[in-house]
């Protein structure tokens, strides 16, 4: 199979079938990235990703992989997008600010089990940064090693910035009014309500 830096050197050099390859490889994982974290202009922001990553081409090394390198797109592409929407003159401190305090809904994915629900909502009322770190654990599957290239952090840093995600959604998720037993069985259960999640972030 060509490989990902492959392509990306293809489409750079104008192959559109290499551009549309590699759209195709990652779309999905790339609309998980913002679906959690706006009610809306998914489709767009992904584009925009996308056609980020070649106009800022010069800015992969090659010293990560190339999903790393599209996901510190969409990360830029999202920090923009909510600073636009909030018509703030500077950037926006994603450390602290959660997607429902950046105006989204408490929840608006449609979620089948409580649990999911409960994982959901959860994930918005914490720091947008944590949240994109859970994500990117539980829905992409990333390491230490991954997160902190992405982030530009030493891997220990990623470790522990992401036990801090997991403390801070556990508080989040007791906060929650549902059934004590829905409730607990979300914390002792994370990564198997996230793994069913997964697969409901992305359009049919």
Not at 7 to 35: E, K, P, T
Not at 81 to 103: M, W
Request: proline share 3%.
């Amino acid at each position: 199979m060509v490989s990902d830096v492959e392509l990306f050197h293809a489409w750079r050099a104008g192959d559109v079938a290499a551009g549309s390859q590699l759209f195709a490889r990652h779309f999905d994982c790339i609309y998980r990235f913002f679906r959690n974290k706006l009610d809306g202009d998914i489709e767009d922001l992904v584009q925009r990703t996308f056609t980020g990553c070649v106009t800022s081409r010069d800015r992969f090394r090659e010293t990560a992989s190339f999903r790393t390198y599209l996901f510190a797109v969409a990360q830029n592409v999202l920090r923009e997008h909510l600073r636009a929407k909030r018509r703030a003159p500077e950037p926006l401190d994603l450390d602290n600010l959660s997607a429902v305090e950046l105006g989204a809904s408490p929840i608006s994915i449609i979620a089948a089990r409580a649990e999911e629900k409960i994982l959901l909502q959860a994930l918005r009322q914490i720091p947008i940064t944590s949240q994109m770190v859970l994500e990117l654990y539980f829905w992409e599957e990333m390491k230490g090693g991954e997160i902190g290239a992405l982030l530009g952090i030493p891997e220990d840093t990623a470790r522990s910035r992401l036990r801090k995600a997991k403390q801070l959604l556990a508080v989040e998720i007791r906060k929650i009014q549902a059934a004590p037993h829905d409730l607990e069985s979300t914390l002792t259960n994370l990564k198997q309500w996230a793994a069913q999640l997964r697969r409901q972030m992305v359009p049919e």
